[in-house]
């Protein structure tokens, strides 16, 4: 395990433990804009990683949810969601998390994915594998999509909610459903071990994406955009399978939204 994901690891325990503390305790939310929540503990849990992170590697770029860090064109940047699932948390809803991705020169290669909630700890180091704790995780080994269990999630800050409503409910009648808990980096990781087949969002930040598509690949799935193209970590959509239902979801999307399908 490379200093960058022990380090990682720590940072993420630290903070989730402070999440959880906090959640017991009454929120004071505000609005980044309509919908869109922050709670002191994103503050604190994000201020909390900055520091830790800098302290370690002075020399990497920080982006952040709620921020924090800076960007000098480093080759090494690391993308922070100090608290995901901010909607859930602020609500009592305990589906949230603290997520760390490394990327190096725009490629991922390490992430960590923290829910102090289950105390299920996911990580990943390109070329090293998936864990659950000290589990290696591997992808559903599903081969239809009728047999499938997806999931999905509608941003507050998006603008095509319509076109995630159609392919919504077209895949609800090909698959066996569709969950939207509200934490796209848990979502990424129940893909990774084998609890979804499928994960997809038409608009995501990076630093909710970094580490979970990581946790994917590295399980064996399969990331890429809804064309099946490309996986680009600064583009908005991503598409997350155990590979084997890939190009059938594929053509759903394709035919959704070239308005083919009847939908």
């Not at 959880?20 to 709670?39: A, G, M």
């Not at 289950?118 to 559903?140: K, M, P």
């Amino acid at each position: 395990m490379s200093d960058y994901l022990t380090t990682a690891i720590d940072i993420a325990r630290e903070a989730g433990g402070l999440i959880s503390e906090l959640s017991k305790q009454p929120q004071e939310v505000s609005y980044k804009r309509r919908s869109d929540l922050v709670t002191e503990a994103d503050r604190r849990s994000e201020a909390l990683i900055v520091k830790r992170l800098r302290s370690s590697f002075p020399q990497h770029d920080i982006v952040g949810e709620e921020g924090g860090g800076r960007s000098t064109n480093a080759d090494y940047c690391w993308y922070v969601d100090p608290l995901d699932g901010t909607t859930n948390f602020a609500h009592g809803f305990p589906v949230f998390c603290v997520t760390l991705g490394l990327a190096h020169r725009g490629d991922v290669v390490a992430g960590v994915v923290y829910d102090p909630t289950r105390d299920e700890l996911f990580t990943a180091e390109r070329g090293a594998g998936a864990f659950l704790n000290d589990r290696r995780l591997s992808v559903s080994k599903a081969a239809n999509l009728s047999e499938s269990l997806l999931a999905t999630g509608f941003p507050p800050y998006a603008e095509n909610h319509e076109l995630n409503i159609q392919l919504y409910f077209r895949f609800t009648l090909l698959s066996h459903g569709i969950r939207r808990a509200g934490s796209a980096a848990l979502d990424f990781c129940s893909v990774a071990s084998g609890r979804f087949e499928g994960f997809w969002e038409l608009k995501l930040n990076p630093w909710d994406k970094a580490a979970g598509s990581l946790l994917v690949t590295e399980a064996g799935g399969r990331v890429t955009n809804l064309s099946g193209g490309p996986f680009r970590l600064l583009e908005d959509e991503v598409f997350a399978s155990n590979g084997s239902v890939h190009d059938e979801m594929t053509r759903v999307f394709t035919e959704v939204m070239a308005h083919k399908g009847s939908v």
